[in-house]
């Protein structure tokens, strides 16, 4: 089993940043890949990014330049730095690790483990 807790959410007012970030404990994730969802009030949870044990990242297009997902596997850890964030960035942040490299890491249904989140809000 695969336990991750996530910290690092706050408020913080448009254009400001935040960084995210992600212990795990468990297993040794360097092999795992590693993601950041997301899920506003009455919306759905939405794929933000993802690193892959190869280094290979993903985005969504909403936030991409903004945000940087980085690993540290000597640390057990993922990590997300969010710059220039918008009110619309406003959300519960949910940490996910996974071995399935065969679908799409933008479907939530392709992650096997999930933090319980932490809440980012963003005031215009």
């Known amino acids: 089993q695969v336990q991750l807790v996530e910290s690092g959410g706050g408020s913080v007012q448009a254009g400001g940043s935040l960084r995210l970030s992600c212990a795990a404990s468990g297993r040794t994730l360097s092999t795992y890949a590693m993601g950041w969802f997301r899920q506003a009030p009455g919306k759905e949870r939405e794929f933000v990014a993802a690193v892959y044990y190869s280094d290979v990242t993903y985005y969504a297009a909403t936030v991409k330049g903004r945000f940087t997902i980085s690993r540290d596997n000597g640390k057990n850890a993922v990590y997300m730095q969010m710059n220039n964030l918008k009110p619309e960035d406003t959300a519960v942040y949910y940490c996910?690790?996974?071995?399935?490299?065969?679908?799409?890491?933008?479907?939530?249904?392709?992650?096997?483990?999930w933090g319980q989140g932490t809440q980012v809000t963003v005031s215009s």
């Open positions: 996910a690790a996974t071995l399935d490299y065969s679908n799409s890491a933008f479907e939530s249904r392709t992650w096997h483990y």
